[in-house]
């Protein structure tokens, strides 16, 4: 797909992080960009310098999902693309004893089910919305391609590290639906793709001290750093321009390997 002003996209969690970094790609090859995120003051402020559209978007809401893409689309048309990047965390283990205590307690059910339906449902509620719509318009080249859906995946879907459950299984969860996904819209020209990036320099890890940072980066076996999220933005902008990138997923990780711990 040629990537230009005649290009709509919708990328969620577009106020910071891949999100953002994949929103600034798009908008600087000519892409009509939506920011979908529940950070209205950052993701005005990104929508105005990239020329773009902030929708203020919860994934796990049916009615904000509609919302969101009733005013993008009015605003831009329909999507060619959407790049699913919102997500959230928890750190728990599945049962635990309290350091104090000793008390034996288990993963909090209502944080378990809030990342699933964030990451997993909630891109997929994004996927199936947006494939709706690419399939009601147009091809844009000879191939029949009428979009590509780019859905963020973790190296936690198969590596998942102590704590990680309930991430490891959303993301897992991304992962598995993939490629029947992809089988799916393969006759309406819609491709689907995954993208697992490993330690990358986010938003999710300012809380943590330098230290603890330089401690991960030096897990990475090369480039020993953390990934910068304008190299997941480029992958982004590949996979929309290649049309023989589909039902697959891509590590973006420096080769690393997550232990347990």
């Known amino acids: 797909m040629k990537l230009g002003s005649d ?29 979908f995120d529940l950070a209205a003051e950052r993701g005005e402020q990104i929508a105005r310098d990239i020329g773009g559209t902030f929708c203020r978007c919860d994934v796990s809401d049916d009615a904000s999902v509609n919302a969101a893409l009733a005013k993008a689309r009015a605003i831009h048309g ?24 000793g008390e034996i ?32 318009v147009d091809p844009v080249n000879q191939d029949g ?22 991430y490891s299984a959303s993301k897992g969860g ?12 393969a006759k309406e020209g819609i491709r689907v793709m995954s993208i697992m990036p490993g330690l990358f320099h986010t938003p999710m890890f300012d809380s943590l001290s330098e230290e603890v940072r330089q401690s991960l980066a030096a897990q990475v076996p090369f480039p020993t750093r953390l990934g ?24 973006l990780d420096g080769a690393i390997r997550m232990q347990p711990r």
């Open 7 to 35: 290009i709509a996209a919708i990328v969620t969690g577009g106020a910071s992080g891949l999100g953002e970094a994949s929103a600034r790609a798009l908008a600087a090859k000519g892409v009509r960009v939506a920011l």
């Open 78 to 101: 329909q999507e060619r693309i959407l790049v699913n990047c919102a997500g959230i965390v928890a750190g728990a283990k599945t049962a635990s004893r309290k350091r104090e205590t």
């Open 105 to 136: 307690v288990t993963h909090d059910i209502a944080a378990f089910t809030k990342v699933i339906s964030v990451n997993l449902i909630g891109t997929f509620r994004m996927s199936a919305r947006a494939a709706a719509g690419m399939m009601a």
């Open 145 to 166: 391609a009428r979009g590509v859906i780019v859905n963020t995946a973790s190296v936690a879907a198969v590596e998942g590290q102590v704590g990680q459950v309930a």
């Open 174 to 185: 991304v992962l598995g639906m993939m490629l029947p996904m992809a089988r799916d819209l």
């Open 228 to 251: 910068k999220p304008e190299e997941y933005a480029a992958l982004v902008c590949h996979i929309c321009e290649n049309d023989m990138l589909n039902g697959e997923a891509i590590r």
